[in-house]
């Protein structure tokens, strides 16, 4: 097994809810420095939340980043340019909110001069930010969920992951998901793993499967 990334003192996690996880996920698992993504529970008090019985919980996709290649307060922007709070608030009860929770003080501060700033052009964006509670992941089948609709590919990365635990915390998973979603190309994607801390036959034999996987 490869992976293409450990986790160091330099990578911060950003917890965000858009609304269903699924786009979310893809979207932000698309961005150069991120590390991983992973689709869950949080915000609310429930105990061991699942999807068909969610409580007071919200969707929430988890977000692990290198804070040396993308800022969080990029991220926010990223977040906000992409929805629309009043959109999806209250939809399904609180199973799809607008929400950040933020990991310590100074994530607390960026995101409120981040979202006044943003609020000058887009107006009163609704979005809940609170302190971070726990986060519950998801079932399987909804990590990497547009990823998962390509035989081909699971195929080819199980060779590599074999496990759906490494599937699921797998950088290049979390690149391949955006594409499957139409949030990047493979053109990108191989030039950032030209930029990846591997050796170079890892960096071919990468380059080799997802060249050869059938979209």
Known sequence: MMREWLKEPG?????????????PEALFGALPGIIRTRVGYAGGTTDRPSYREMGDHSEVVQVDFDEELVSYERLLETFWTNHNPV????YKGRQYQSMLLYHDADQQQVIHRVKERME??????ETE????????????RHQKYYLKRYPDALVKLTERYPTEEELMNATLAARLNGLAKGYTNLARIVDEIGRWP?????????IELIRGIRW
């Open 129 to 140: 930010i609170s302190p971070s509670t726990p986060f519950f992941l998801a079932e399987s």
């Open 11 to 23: 990578t911060r996690t950003l917890t965000l809810g858009m609304g269903c996880f699924w786009s």
């Open 120 to 125: 000058a052009d887009k107006g009163l964006l």
């Open 87 to 90: 959109n999806i608030n209250g």
């Open 198 to 206: 591997m050796s170079d036959s890892e960096r071919t034999a990468t």
